[in-house]
């Protein structure tokens, strides 16, 4: 199994064409502009977890100074990896992020749905993220960080 390069679902590592968010895999970094959110596949490239947790930082202030007010982060579901989770780490270091003001908030995919005030309310202010509602809808391999 591999991580869909745009969604952070898994699916088989043949699988050309992603069965949840129906994104080509490319095998190239994506880092789609969708208007304000931006889009990170933190998976690729990275040598562990901590290594993920340095690119995660890079990412936000180069998602800052770019004048994104969304990062999504791909980060894969979390049940495999060398070193533990990357999924549990990237949320940890988000907290941290949040205790010293430098993001607004975090909504981890798994809770990202219409029941969602919290979900709601980030989509109603960031117009942008209801192009990909669907595919972001309860995905557990990706977090949507507002800067
Ligand atoms: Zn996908």
Redesign the pocket.
Known sequence: MKD?E??G?EIPDSMMT?R??G?RQESVPVRRARGRVRTVNLKLGIRGVDDGIVRLQCELERARSSGAAVLKVIHGWGSSGKGGSLKEACHAQLRREMRALRIADFIPGETYSDTSPRARDLARRHPDLKCSWH?DTLNYGMTLVEL
């Open positions: 869909c745009i969604c679902n992603c949840f968010c994104g595919s």
